[in-house]
């Protein structure tokens, strides 16, 4: 099975700007793998943020964007908040299954 | 705006069947093109990808689930239901429906498999 590899942990400063990745083990990912991000605070559902490498949904903040990056799925946090503090997991389809990134935990310090 | 709400039994015994449905609310399931899914989380874990089912029907599966998972819509009820079978210990978590593209959620139900 495809792997879906993510950095497990990231540190921002609050106003600062970062960026989450997400490598596919089976070379570079590209908008056939329609990647999504979905943040996730403990002890909430996930929430959707982006679909399809860069759309965003209605609820989506501006300072959220998707793109490709490297050969990897990437998003960018702009002006980082400490409320966006939270762990970050993509998702990546592969031949029309799904797997997901072991998640980023990103800290906001 | 859609929304999503999972339904289903808390507890379910080793061996047996999971069986989950998740209703859905404000649209019809069947007016519109998507992938109705299903993911999970077992407590502390990442999120796992299931399967999901197509407004016509069509299904694809988490090759690691395949052999035990079946996910089907019921229209006539806008709900889509996940079952798997011969449940472990290690299927205990919390259960996700979702519309992927859609970015709809629904709150998650908590299955715990134990004798």
């Known amino acids: 099975q495809s792997v879906v590899t993510q950095e497990p942990s990231v540190t921002v400063s609050p106003g600062g700007t970062v960026t989450l990745t997400c490598a596919s083990s089976?070379?570079?990912?590209?908008?056939?793998?329609?990647p999504n991000w979905f943040q996730q605070i403990p002890g909430q559902a996930p929430r959707a943020l982006i679909y399809s490498t860069d759309n965003k949904h209605s609820w989506t903040p501006a300072r959220f964007s998707g793109s490709l990056l490297g050969g990897k799925a990437a998003l960018t946090l702009s002006g980082v908040q400490p409320e966006d503090e939270a762990e970050y997991y993509c998702l990546l389809y592969f031949g029309g299954a799904g797997v997901f990134g072991g998640g980023t935990e990103l800290t906001v310090l | 705006q859609v929304q999503l709400q999972e339904s289903g039994p808390g507890l379910v015994k080793p061996s047996q069947t999971l069986s989950l449905t998740c209703t859905v609310s404000g649209g019809s399931i069947s007016s519109r093109s998507d992938y109705w899914s299903w993911i999970r989380q077992p407590a502390g874990k990442g999120l796992e990808w299931i399967g999901r089912?197509?407004?016509?029907?069509?299904?694809n599966y988490n090759p690691s689930l395949k052999s035990r998972v079946i996910i089907s819509l019921d229209t006539s009820k806008n709900q889509f239901s996940l079952k798997l079978s011969s449940v472990t210990a290690a299927d205990t978590a919390v259960y996700y429906c979702t519309t992927i593209s859609g970015g709809v959620w629904g709150q998650g139900t908590l299955v715990t498999v134990s004798s």
């Open positions: 089976t070379g570079a990912v590209t908008r056939d793998y329609y």
């Open positions: 089912v197509h407004t016509s029907g069509s299904t």
